[in-house]
Nanobody, 124 residues
Framework: QVQLVESGGGLVQAGGSLRLSCTTS????????VAWFRQAPGKEREFAAA????????IYADSVKGRFTISRDNTRNRWYLEMNTLKPEDTAVYYC?????????????????WGQGTQVTVSS
C-alpha cells in the first residue's frame, strides 16, 4: 500500500512562487514515475507535470511550461513542484500521483496512487 501526502500549498499573489512537496510511505518509489495534477473548481482534474524515476524524462502541460519545475529526491522518497510566476488561473487543488512503472503520461487514468491534495490560491 502506498500513501501520498502533499504539502506546501497556500495563498500567494500573482507573480509569486510556491513549492509543493509530496511525501510517501509504505514503499520505495525511486524506480517509478511520479506526477502532479491539479483540479480547479468545476473543472476536471488536469495534468501539470511528470517525471521518470531518475529524471531522464520530464513533461509539462503547455499551460505551466517554463514556470513550473518537477523534481524528486529519491533518497527521501519525495518529489516536488516548484511553481514560479503564478497566475490566478493556477488556482486549484494540486495532487501528486505515482504508479508502479516508469511510464510518463499525461492521462490521469494511467496513475494509480493519489494524495489527498493541497490547495493553491493565487490572488490577482
Amino acid at each position: 500500500q502506498v500513501q501520498l501526502v502533499e504539502s506546501g500549498g497556500g495563498l500567494v499573489q500573482a507573480g509569486g512562487s510556491l513549492r509543493l512537496s509530496c511525501t510517501t510511505s509504505g514503499r520505495t518509489l525511486s524506480s517509478y514515475a511520479v506526477a502532479w495534477f491539479r483540479q480547479a473548481p468545476g473543472k476536471e482534474r488536469e495534468f501539470a507535470a511528470a517525471m521518470s524515476s531518475y529524471g531522464m524524462t520530464r513533461i509539462y502541460a503547455d499551460s505551466v511550461k517554463g514556470r513550473f519545475t518537477i523534481s524528486r529526491d529519491n533518497t527521501r522518497n519525495r518529489w516536488y513542484l516548484e511553481m514560479n510566476t503564478l497566475k490566478p488561473e493556477d488556482t486549484a487543488v494540486y495532487y501528486c500521483a505515482t504508479r508502479f512503472n516508469n511510464d510518463v503520461t499525461k492521462s490521469r487514468y494511467d496513475w494509480k496512487y493519489w494524495g489527498q491534495g493541497t490547495q493553491v490560491t493565487v490572488s490577482s
